[in-house]
DNA sequence: CGGAGAATTGATATGTCTCAACACTTGTGG
DNA sequence: CCACAAGTGTTGAGACATATCAATTCTCCG
């Protein structure tokens, strides 16, 4: 029921990162906003520094926490490598996945509104994410610098991709989630120049089932449904999409 | 199946509306930015003009679409008055309800990362909406004056309003749901200084429904069967929670 | 190799959907 | 003002999909 590696979280300390200070730890590396701008897919302009490496990184083993819920919010975070999930626990001990995100997708969005993140972000895989200090921008009072407008660019693609999500979990039978789901997996896949039709998943069926609302069993027997009819072929989390039309089409 | 009233749905040209022309239509009346910070409970600072009407107002009958899915971003609305639906509709046409937005709501946050709106927001009742004019901000590289930061803190709550509602839609049970999305109301009536235990819902059980990811049929099922309970009173449309704790402990 | 979690598959229970009938509400026009 | 129509809401019976419980195999990792 539980992740026993999670209970390894560690905390962190949110000193403020903006600019390397002169004590920069050995283990830490910095990203340039030029690579965030790439990362994002920002299309907007930016007129600070490109080249500086100016945002911190950071590393998190599979299993491990970000952030957790309630936690004060020290930012956004943007996936630079690996794969993440994004829990709500709720009051009965309940966990519930509302999100998958992988490179280039925005961690803690729901915390820029408030002052802590209202859910709970861990590694699938080992990770590695970029820090994007948002609340310092906000408290700070910055110069218009189109660096703030960009980081509220990318919350804004977050309303898009959590209405997506909620799209792909709301339809009426559990095979066409699992279809639905699939296409979103492939899409992403896609989007960072991977293969659209071959890939892996990073989580459970568990996993999979809490994001669509479906229990775990009901997520294996539509994989295993879809693999009969030729339009996909499963073997544990490899994934082979024979017809993404067919994916697409798929009703039930 | 459909809603006939929706067949009127009028368009609107967008043009730039962020301060008065020489020809200011005499129908139209606008907002200041006091007014906006107030609906939106913004505690954040600005430093732009407060009491100046800079902010087209729109009215909106029932039934009427307010944008539509597809049409070109014309900005964030912030509802004044009345109540709203917002829906995806599938390619096979069927309508998803993903919110019900009240006074101090934004509506159209999906569209600021894209120049497309990706649903359609309709008047449930009679509306008034004041346009927030985010994308005139954002093409024209304004000053730093604090509003467009505003904007982008609007979105973001928006992302937590999404996953709240995320959660709700996705409780085991349907009773479970239903009860939930009382609470929902219940939380967002207070908020606006209206009666928490007593209101009067402005949807139908088919949105309701639609929203939940259930019948239409099981949510008036739901509502009597916790209306036997004891634990809410309803009549049509006329909700009396009698006990907030009893329904926010209902597990089914 | 052994053990724990992950995944598959089956049998049964249960909740929700579907189809259907009926009562209630609202708005319209004679 | 009433009759009527269309939409809304409630309730029931049966069908169907998914959850639940259980057994087995697979996979990964120490």
Chains 1, 2 share one sequence.
């Not at 299309?43 to 950071?58: I, K, L, T």
């Not at 915390?111 to 859910?119: E, K, N, S, T, V």
């Not at 610098?145 to 660019?153: A, I, N, Q, T």
């Not at 089932?209 to 879809?226: D, H, K, M, N, W």
């Amino acid at each position: 029921m539980t992740y026993p590696s999670l209970l390894g979280t560690e905390r962190m300390s949110y000193a403020p990162t903006l600019l390397p200070t002169r004590h920069v730890p050995l283990d830490s590396e910095w990203s340039t906003l030029s690579e965030v701008v790439q990362l994002l897919q920002y299309e907007g302009h930016c007129s600070a520094e490109m080249h500086e490496p100016v945002f911190r990184r950071r590393r998190i083993r599979a299993g491990q926490s970000l952030f957790l819920m309630g936690q004060e919010f020290g930012g956004l975070y943007l996936v630079r490598h690996g794969c993440m999930k994004t829990v709500i626990t709720h009051a009965e001990g309940t966990e519930h996945v509302i999100a998958f995100s992988m490179q280039g997708d925005i961690l803690g969005a729901e915390g820029a509104c408030q002052h802590h993140y209202w859910c709970e972000s861990l590694a699938l895989k080992d990770c590695e994410v970029i820090r994007l200090p948002i609340d310092e921008y906000f408290s700070h009072g910055r110069a218009s610098d189109g660096v703030e407008r960009m980081l509220y660019w990318a919350i804004s693609r977050e309303v898009c991709r959590r209405q997506a999500a909620y799209a792909i979990a709301h339809a009426a039978k559990s095979e066409v989630r699992v279809a639905r789901f699939l296409i979103e997996q492939s899409e992403h896949h896609a989007a960072l120049g991977y293969s659209a039709s071959q890939f892996t998943l990073p989580m459970t069926r568990r996993d999979i089932g809490s994001y669509l609302s479906i229990t775990l069993e009901t997520v294996s027997r539509a994989l295993s449904s879809l693999n009969q009819l030729q339009i996909i072929e499963v073997a544990n989390r490899d994934i082979l999409i024979h017809s993404l039309e067919e994916l697409q089409a798929y009703e039930g």
